[in-house]
């Protein structure tokens, strides 16, 4: 939370670390930055309703696909 990143990645193999990333996505949420740090999660467990459950702003389950969507991300900020 400390580095200025724009973007935090999470990736899940089990679904219990499901709720760990929700409480992460929690933790910047009360920290004020949210609003700064774009979220995404991927795995091959992850669908769009871990997506929401989790509070992620996307979600993927292909590495190149995830690297798409970071430079997406990064575009959409520098406009």
Do not use: H, W
């Not at 774009?38 to 929401?52: A, F, L, N």
């Not at 459950?53 to 190149?64: E, I, K, L, P, S």
Request: proline share 3%; net charge positive.
């Amino acid at each position: 939370m400390e580095s200025g990143a724009p973007i935090l990645g999470m990736s899940a193999l089990i679904t219990p670390s499901f709720e760990s990333m929700k409480n992460t996505v929690t933790a910047i949420e009360k920290r004020g930055i949210r609003d700064r740090v774009k979220v995404i999660i991927g795995g091959g467990i992850v669908i769009e309703q871990v997506k929401r459950y989790v509070g992620a702003d996307a979600f993927t389950r292909d590495g190149a696909e995830g690297v798409k969507i970071c430079k997406e991300f990064i575009r959409k900020a520098n406009k």
